[in-house]
């Protein structure tokens, strides 16, 4: 399995901008789909974007579609969720996810590997 540290979450004010990096480890990186999820209080994960191994093919959920961008560098073991024009209700806690396979799914039950989370607070 592939370890993965997310990191980049914080407080924004609601139109900005952050960019969340997910690095993992292992030399297998380029075999697996990524996935980014949030989750709210009390609610089940939420798929949010995922991109496939090459990175060719990018899938996002309808709430952040032109506002939010996943990309992967496979040489760098990272995968990044650029994240703009931020509403309040973005708020959540974010996980990235990997799958070892090359496409991409909309389910959690599809990915194996998961990582800590990191906050994401979007004031109004």
């Known amino acids: 399995q592939v370890q993965l540290v997310e990191s980049g979450g914080g407080l924004v004010q609601a139109g900005g901008s952050l960019r969340l990096s997910c690095a993992a480890s292992?030399?297998?990186?380029?075999?697996?789909?990524m996935g980014w999820f949030r989750q709210y209080p009390g609610k089940e994960r939420e798929f949010v974007a995922g991109v496939s191994r090459s990175g060719a093919m990018t899938d996002y959920a309808d709430s952040v579609k032109g506002r939010f961008t996943i990309s992967r560098d496979n040489a760098a073991n990272t995968v990044y969720l650029q994240m703009n024009s931020l509403k309040p209700e973005d708020t959540a806690v974010y996980y990235c996810?990997?799958?070892?396979?090359?496409?991409?799914?909309?389910?959690?039950?599809?990915?194996?590997?998961w990582g800590q989370g990191t906050q994401v607070t979007v004031s109004s």
């Open positions: 996810a990997a799958r070892d396979r090359a496409t991409i799914v909309r389910s959690p039950v599809g990915f194996r590997s």
């Open positions: 292992g030399r297998t990186f380029s075999t697996y789909a």
